[in-house]
């Protein structure tokens, strides 16, 4: 499988917030991850998404380098990973880890695996 190959191999700051604005709709409220995630300064983001990026396609390699990121969980570092390679990772929503997973919704690295083998074996 090939690699789409972008332009700028790399996470924005701003993208960042709204990725993390966007998981903050889910059904736990996080008040202060939004603030967390928009005082990340340019080069840490860069620097950690360019290494979670060059770890594809090892999943659980790339969630690890982006959750070091203040305010960024498993289910952030999973959108990140799925918008930029969206063959590869799956996105981490509520809906799919149910499904995957059958049981309520548990965010976690952990269950975050299980749902990525789920995906790949279907």
């Given amino acids: 499988m090939k690699r789409r190959v972008y332009r700028e191999p790399f996470h924005r700051p701003t993208k960042q917030a709204n990725a993390a ?6 059904s736990k409220w996080r008040p ?11 080069s840490v983001v860069k620097s950690a ?9 090892d999943i659980s390699k790339a969630i690890s ?8 969980g498993p289910a952030t570092a ?12 799956p996105f981490m929503s509520d809906e799919a880890m149910v499904a995957a997973l059958g049981n309520s919704v548990d ?5 975050y695996s299980a749902n990525c083998k789920f995906w790949k074996s279907t």
């Fill in 49 to 57: 998404s360019e290494k979670a990026f060059r770890s594809l396609p």
């Fill in 65 to 72: 380098d982006l959750t070091v990121l203040k305010g960024v």
């Fill in 107 to 111: 965010l976690s690295s952990t269950c």
């Fill in 78 to 89: 999973s959108a990140v990973v799925a918008a930029y390679a969206p063959e590869v990772a």
């Fill in 21 to 26: 604005s966007d998981g903050n709709n889910s």
């Fill in 32 to 42: 202060r991850l939004l603030d967390f995630v928009s005082a990340l300064d340019y």
